[in-house]
């Protein structure tokens, strides 16, 4: 039943004064006293857990076991299982014997423990999920909000300049990411200007719907296949595209002047070296050239 964590521990009859203690002039300690046979120990022990944990390192959980430490069973009384103990400035000041749901323990231990406030959330990385979700319209109101404070934030102009660019304002877009004037962001900064690039390309060119009609009348047909793929990633559709360009480039690797190897590195800027598709397409593209 060991889950430890910084917060969560085992003692024993040599570590106990130590460990709980000691320790309990720093931060309550909550003891709890449970054995292998015990069904509603093994309840309770991970409810303990997460309220611990929720606690942030205001709260420590103490476990000890009592089919092996009879002596600490002996020293507080302990008489059946589970019993729960919080001691505080080295002394037992409060606790409970029996399984607790989860609203009668932080009953209990409101009156003891402080509960940390809550971790402020960082709105650039709100505004990234939001648009990895394609909730492009609340990223774009999270990141205006970010560069009304600060409009040097490169981060936060490259994501602005792609919300910007999925609503078509390309132009806009482009300006924006002009605008970005710190180095450390070049690989964000190279997808940026990727994305905007097949977007405008897509806005030329035939529907999906016409180049498949191509394709499947002519299978070998290039430029159908090539702009099939960009249309898919004007739609965010990067495996279709991957997969397209991939087959484009081992079929006819010169074509338009090597323009699917180039286009498919333009796809991996896009998407940064941790996507997992880039992992998988690196390898493929790496198979078909050695």
């Not at 492009?136 to 109101?141: C, G």
């Not at 990411?177 to 964000?188: G, I, P, Y």
């Not at 900064?189 to 897509?202: D, K």
């Not at 159908?224 to 004007?234: E, F, G, M, P, R």
């Amino acid at each position: 039943m060991s889950q430890d964590t910084p917060y969560i521990f085992d003692v024993t009859t040599a570590t106990f004064d130590q460990l709980v203690l000691d320790k309990s002039f720093d931060q309550p300690v909550l003891v709890d006293f449970w054995a292998e046979w015990c069904a509603p120990c093994k309840v309770l022990m991970p409810l303990l857990a997460q309220i611990t944990e929720s606690y942030q390192g205001e709260l420590l959980l103490a476990k000890v076991n009592c089919d092996i430490e009879q002596d600490i069973v002996a020293r507080f009384g302990i008489r059946s299982l589970p019993t729960v103990v919080l001691f505080k400035d080295g002394q037992p000041i409060d606790g409970f014997a029996g399984a607790q749901p989860e609203s009668e323990i932080r009953k209990i231990l409101e009156q003891h423990v402080v509960m940390p406030p809550p971790a402020e959330v960082d709105p650039l990385q709100l505004a990234q999920s939001a648009f990895s979700e394609s909730h492009f319209a609340e990223a774009e109101a999270l990141l205006k909000q970010i560069l009304s404070e600060d409009n040097t934030n490169a981060a936060a102009l490259i994501l602005y300049a792609r919300c910007l660019a999925e609503r078509g304002e390309l132009g806009e877009a482009r300006t924006v990411l002009d605008a970005v004037k710190s180095d450390e962001h070049k690989a964000d900064l190279a997808g940026a200007r990727a994305q905007l690039t097949f977007l405008a390309e897509a806005a030329s060119l035939p529907d999906a719907a016409d180049l498949k009609a191509r394709l499947a009348q002519n299978p070998l047909d290039d430029e159908a296949a090539h702009q099939l793929a960009i249309q898919h990633l004007s739609r965010q559709q990067y495996e279709a595209a991957l997969d397209g360009l991939l087959k484009l480039f081992i079929r006819n690797r010169s074509y338009a002047d090597g323009l699917p190897h180039k286009t498919l590195l333009q796809v991996f800027d896009l998407l940064g070296n941790d996507h997992p598709l880039v992992t998988a397409y690196r390898r493929k593209l790496f198979a078909a050239l050695y």
